[in-house]
């Protein structure tokens, strides 16, 4: 793709932005693949008692320079304003070259939990003596993911006091590769709990994955140049605002919340497990002891301002509903992403891009500004406003600041757009 600069994208039908989107990509695919959607009879295989679908927008991030690639960002999301300031946060990353990104490679973590044990920390011992024993059970239950370069990789053992008493719990780390690899894992910690047991001489209660995936970091990391900010000011009022973030659990949730606003989007807009990520998202935010912000501000030598982020990914490009869903798989096209590796990064970006779009807004002229104008259309749209009326009537209740059901309705009688 040339450029993930679509300008007057947002002012074209969702047919036209659909064209545009295969044109850019050069798959033509990628349209049937979203016109058709999600089937019935698809849905009924993934989940039980199944009546009907769900549907929320999908939706375009513009703007996004991800390592010198152009990338176009599929988001799924209910709430207005997300993709807007995604491409805004994007757009202001560009002339710093946008996103920088990079990883710890894609590692999870099953936990063994042993109990009744007499000598526990005896029993730690001869877990760690028989460690390639261990990788090695957990290795025969899934050839497929050794052949393509991942499986155990190693252990790591804890001794934890506990109000039921002392617990050898085990952490059994897995290169997952490509697959967000809680099956994967979750079916090895099965296969090694006998020789744990054995080896403990207790009896081994939890076989699970865990959600704080700190083995699978992704990080960002962008120079937003005052000059494309709003000078000076923008910057410092930015830093101000991420420094509380930093120190306040209240300002923290917030926050994170923002960051997430934009990760989530992609993780669902690509078929991955929306809870996984941001569980592993807000349990490494309060790693410290104290919740805290994913994301770090500073005010680089030439007064530019420098945003990183970094927080566990644990997405797939195979499992789960990615290879299931063909919005999902049409998502993962469009990002051109080659593996799950780098699909984690374009969420790092995209998580940091939204956070500095909040900032900005939230730092200089208040939230509310834009999220209205957005926010005016659903009210119209709830008054019963259709077609171009919906426009007109946000347009004029956001110019107003009057953004409610009543005025809405005044406006549609006024402009003769009632039914
Ligand atoms: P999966 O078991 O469907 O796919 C993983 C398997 O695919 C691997 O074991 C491997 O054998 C094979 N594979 C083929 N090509 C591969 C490649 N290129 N890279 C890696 N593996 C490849 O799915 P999964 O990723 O193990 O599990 C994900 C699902 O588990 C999600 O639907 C998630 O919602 C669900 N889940 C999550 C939790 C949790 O997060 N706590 C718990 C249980 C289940």
Known sequence: MTSSRLPGFYKLPPDERLGKIVEACGDAEIKEMIKSGLSLEQADKMVENVIGLFQVPLGIATNFIIDGREVLVPMATEEP??????????????DGGG??????????????????????????CRILEHASEITRIANEVDPMLVRLGGGAVGLEVHVIDSRAGPMVVTHLLVDCRDAMGANAVNTMAEAVAPEIERLTGGRVHLRIISNLADMRLARARAVFKADAIGGAETVSAVFKAAALAEVDPYRAATHNKGIMNGITAVVLATGNDTRAVEAGAHAYAARSGQYSSLSRYEIDSNGDLVGTIELPVAVGLVGGATRVHPVA?????????????????????????????????????????????LHARNIALQAGARGEMVEIIAERMASERRINIERASELLRELGGSH
């Open 99 to 124: 996103f920088f990104t990079s990883s710890t490679g894609p590692v999870m973590r099953a936990q063994i939990q042993a109990v009744d044990l007499k000598d526990p920390h005896g029993a730690r």
């Open 81 to 94: 304003s997300v993709i807007a300031a995604a491409s805004n946060g994007a757009r202001m990353a560009r």
């Open 329 to 373: 798989r049409a998502a993962v096209r469009i990002l051109g992403v080659r593996s799950a590796d780098e699909l984690s990064r374009v969420m790092a970006a995209v998580g940091l891009a939204q956070n500095f779009a909040a900032l900005r807004a939230l730092a200089t002229e208040g939230i509310q500004r834009g999220h209205m104008s």
